[in-house]
């Protein structure tokens, strides 16, 4: 008995395993991943991630559905008892055999719906996800506290960077809405608490050093949506100041090649974020392996979805066509018969920064920075930011950015004609990388976002 015990350890252990190891000097061309699974339920859906033949496979939250059953408390027993169902799926098999796996986890996966950081199992159902994706003894993360996790996997000129972040262990308390009696939901509101955070102060440290490190492509996987910021659900600007964070490491860190992929939603959708980076930043949201609507239903707003898929089971793939100068990435949703639904294409050269940031102050409460002011066409704003440059024959801008020319560029305007006097005989040299703030509407000048200074007491300067 005690033999059979040994074995029947050894066969668990080897199950617990991805098949097959990632090669990391080998160019990565097709990534595919996917969010929210109920192991409770088919998920035929891992047949046709199989057959589109992956290299790597990210699962990056729900991957298990730990708190449905409201009869039941949530123990480490009841997480483990959902991994099982979900390892012992013929389809869940077959697709650990056809490539490599990383993964990250959501909510559900975690324990609790919408959870956080007050988890009390936090810590107990870490250990359950990595023992069941298989992680090594001496693997990182089973000395820290989440499960984010980043490879390089490639040579030098065709390196892929994929981190995969923990949005879940260290996440703050949500601040709820009133109750919406039309919609029937009771969303989320803005936590603009300075200490409130997505990440945690540890996780932030671990993604600078990641984004220095060189890679021609950054795959980061957030298991909630980075860009898209309308609808009420869970979302990075629930916490704007953390995802302004986010978007000023990018910049500082000069991180080219970034594209985020996001789950949580039920519904599929590529958005794009044009001002914030420096480069078009696009996020691809794949939601539902098994959990999409199964109805049709239209698209909700949102005013930076460039594509969507808004009902159906779906997943997503990345492809990298490495030939020729200019890399080219396809970034697709794809449905449960292995049709693409919609996507974009991208060449590597568009998602590289033209300028070059200036840090940037921080903010007092209801001051906007640039990339917050940019979003509110029509809107009067408080911005303040530092000048990086200045430029104009007969108006004077002031500019946000290096390179006035730059999506990310925001500036403010001193007209010729009816500029106040407190600057009527102001140069370029009066304000060049000193800290302003202005008073005003935001107008857009051909796509590009500016106030224009008329009046007294629009516009000071807060730092010399």
């Known amino acids: 008995m005690p033999q059979l015990r040994t074995v029947l350890t050894l066969l668990l252990v080897l199950l617990a395993r991805p098949a097959i ?67 012992k799926l013929p389809a869940f098999q077959k697709l650990k055999a056809t490539c490599p796996i990383l993964a990250t986890w959501d909510d559900h996966d975690l324990g609790k719906n919408d959870g956080g950081t007050d988890f009390a199992l936090k810590a107990e159902s870490q250990k359950l996800f990595l023992d069941f994706f298989g992680a090594a003894a001496d693997d990182p993360r089973r000395q820290q506290e989440g499960v984010y996790t980043a490879r390089i996997i490639g040579p030098p000129g065709k390196r892929v960077q994929v981190i995969l972040l923990d949005t879940r262990y260290h996440r703050s308390a949500l601040k709820k809405a009133p ?26 440290k671990w993604l600078e050093a990641q984004l220095k490190q060189p890679a021609e492509v950054r795959v980061i996987a957030s298991s909630i949506q980075v860009i898209a910021d309308e609808h009420p659900f869970e979302k990075w600007a629930n916490m704007p100041k953390e995802r302004e964070r986010l978007y000023a490491l990018i910049r500082e860190t000069k991180a080219n090649g970034v594209v985020f992929l996001s789950g949580d939603r039920h519904l599929a959708e590529v958005s794009l974020d044009t001002k914030s980076v420096g480069y078009p930043l696009y996020d691809i949201t794949s939601s539902g392996l098994n959990q999409g609507a199964k109805k049709w239903r239209a698209p909700e707003k949102s ?69 917050e002011a940019a979003k509110k066409p029509g809107e009067k704003v408080t911005v303040q930011f530092t000048v990086a440059s200045t430029g104009g024959t007969t108006n004077l801008y002031l500019n946000s ?13 001193l007209p010729a004609k009816g500029r106040p006097e407190t ?26 976002p500016q106030i224009e200074v008329t009046e007294e007491g629009q516009l000071e300067i807060v730092e010399k």
Request: charged share 30%; hydrophobic share 35%; net charge negative.
């Open 21 to 87: 190891a990632q090669d990391p000097a080998k160019p990565l061309t097709r990534i595919a991943f996917g969010s929210c699974a109920d192991q409770d339920k088919p998920v035929p859906i891992f047949d046709t991630i199989a057959a589109a033949k992956p290299e790597l496979l990210l699962l990056i939250g729900d991957n298990i559905y730990a708190d449905l059953d409201k009869s039941r408390k949530v123990t480490p027993e009841v997480i483990k008892e959902k991994y099982d169902i979900l390892e």
């Open 179 to 204: 109750y919406d009696t039309v919609n029937r939901i009771a969303g989320y509101l803005p936590n603009t608490d300075d200490d409130a955070t997505v990440l945690g102060a540890e996780q932030w």
């Open 303 to 371: 005013s930076h979805r460039v594509a969507s898929m808004p009902y159906g089971d779906n997943f997503g793939m990345v492809l990298i066509d490495w030939s020729g100068d200019d890399p080219r990435l396809t970034l697709q949703v794809r449905d449960e018969d292995g049709d693409v639904t919609c996507g974009v294409k991208v060449h590597l050269s568009t998602l590289k920064s033209s300028g070059v940031f200036v840090e940037q102050p921080k903010l007092p409460a209801g001051i906007l920075s640039p990339a």
């Open 401 to 413: 950015d290096k390179d006035f020319r730059s999506k990310a560029n925001f500036a403010v305007v």
């Open 423 to 448: 600057w009527a005989k102001a140069t370029g040299d009066t304000f060049k990388d000193k800290s302003i703030k202005v008073t005003g509407t935001v107008k857009l000048n051909r796509d590009n």
